[in-house]
Nanobody, 125 residues
Framework: QVQLVESGGALVQAGGSLRLSCASS????????TGWFRQAPGKEREFVSA????????YYANDIKDRFTISRGSDKTTVFLQMSTLKPEDTAVYYC??????????????????WGQGTQVTVSS
């Protein structure tokens, strides 16, 4: 079992920056890939970014890579999503998720085994 807790969400002005964190626990004998998804009111959950356990391979949604950067901490227990040049359209609840082993396309939410509770990001214009 893996527990995930997101943090770092806040209210920021357009053009600002924010770093989200995803802390994991309960995985003493497991390795996993981590993904970030977001969901805005009235919208379906959408893929944002993902990183493998090693941190050597990353994935980004279209038009995201130039503004967002995903990384895994050196201790492997925390994954970060550094966001810059934020836009009002980035407003959403952001979730992190974990996929144990290699189980599917990391761009699809159904490929993940565990989810965090989410953290709110609001970008004002």
């Amino acid at each position: 079992q893996v527990q995930l807790v997101e943090s770092g969400g806040a209210l920021v002005q357009a053009g600002g920056s924010l770093r989200l964190s995803c802390a994991s626990s309960g995985h003493t004998a497991s390795t996993f890939a981590t993904g970030w998804f977001r969901q805005a009111p009235g919208k379906e959950r959408e893929f944002v970014s993902a990183v493998t356990w090693s941190g050597r391979t990353t994935y980004y949604a279209n038009d995201i890579k130039d503004r967002f950067t995903i990384s895994r901490g050196s201790d492997k227990t925390t994954v970060f999503l550094q966001m810059s040049t934020l836009k009002p359209e980035d407003t959403a609840v952001y979730y992190c998720a974990a996929q144990l082993y290699i189980g599917g396309d990391l761009k699809f939410s159904a490929s993940y085994d565990y989810w965090g509770q989410g953290t709110q990001v609001t970008v004002s214009s």
